[in-house]
């Protein structure tokens, strides 16, 4: 709805209802509302509230087997989040940004049951909650032969409980990503074009959870990491394309963290070359 010519009010509700495989019922009310100020193409501005769910995964739901068993009593997770949004272009430069500030409360998260009695209870329950502060922001560049983007996200955890949180830090979760990536156009003619693509991506340090199998184990980091990645793409009459990728070009050996406490050891240089037909 147009407030002014330049303000607008976005109201929403959703209602879900959903019937599960055991016949039992869930539903949920989402609501969300926008207030967007827009003078000019260069800015423009929007707080916005909204609620989000998901319903508990089928596998931790029916899931019987001992490592894993789950409840047919679990609820689904809730996210409540406002946003600040700033966004615009600059046409005669050929840029465009778009800036966010997020606050996110997660509430009903399911996570491994941390007062397991007998052999029968679930090893998953809905107690986790978790609050997070943001920022996400994009800057773009676009020419006909020359393509640039920047990205970036930084977030911090500002309390939780009965999740995988410690010092305000996520578990194998980093706090801050940067992501540059830029594509150049070499060759322009009627039946042959050809582009080389680059990729820059900085994660921060990740904390990694100790290994409670372990005695003395203890909270430990991994390694920060820029990571870039080079491709070369030619294509012929629209009708056949060559590529040729290497990932991790300068051959970083690096461990990300996961579900488990041993971290995982991504893969090294890798090179993939790729014929594909139009027909």
């Known amino acids: 709805h147009y407030l002014t010519s330049d303000l607008i009010l976005n109201v929403g509700l959703r209602y879900d209802n959903k019937i599960r495989t055991d016949d039992k019922t869930v539903s949920a009310l989402s609501p969300r509302a926008a207030l967007v100020y827009f003078p ?15 319903d508990a995964p089928y596998f931790f739901r029916q899931n019987t087997s001992n490592p894993y068993r789950g409840s047919q009593n679990l609820q689904p997770e809730y ?12 046409e005669k430069l050929n840029l465009s940004y778009d800036v966010n500030l997020f606050y996110n409360n997660l509430t009903d998260i399911i996570v491994n049951n941390p007062s397991i009695v007998i052999s029968t209870d679930p090893k998953y329950i809905n107690a986790g909650k978790l609050k997070v502060l943001g920022v996400e922001a994009g800057l773009n560049y676009q020419l006909p032969s020359f393509h640039a983007h920047a990205n970036m996200t930084w977030q911090y955890a ?5 999740y995988y949180y410690t010092n305000h830090e996520i578990y194998s979760v980093p706090s801050f990503i940067l992501n540059l990536a830029a594509d150049k156009r070499l060759l322009n003619l009627t039946s042959h074009k050809l ?20 005695p003395g184990s203890e909270d430990f980091y991994l ?10 793409r030619y294509d012929y009459n ?21 579900s488990f406490y041993v971290p995982y050891r991504n893969p090294s240089r890798t090179l993939m070359g ?6």
């Open 40 to 54: 000019s193409k260069a800015f423009s501005a929007k707080l916005s509230y909204s609620r989000a769910f998901v």
């Open 79 to 90: 996210m409540n989040s406002v946003q600040l949004d700033f966004l615009g272009t600059f």
């Open 158 to 162: 500002q309390d939780a409980e009965q």
């Open 195 to 214: 582009w080389l693509s680059g990729n820059m991506r900085f994660v921060s340090k990740t904390l990694n959870k100790a290994n409670s199998r372990i």
């Open 223 to 232: 390694n920060s990491r820029a990571i870039v990645d080079l491709g070369l």
């Open 238 to 258: 629209n009708t056949m394309q060559f590529s040729l990728d290497c990932d991790n070009v300068f051959n970083t050996i690096y461990e990300i963290g996961g």
């Open 274 to 279: 790729t014929v594909s037909f139009k027909l």
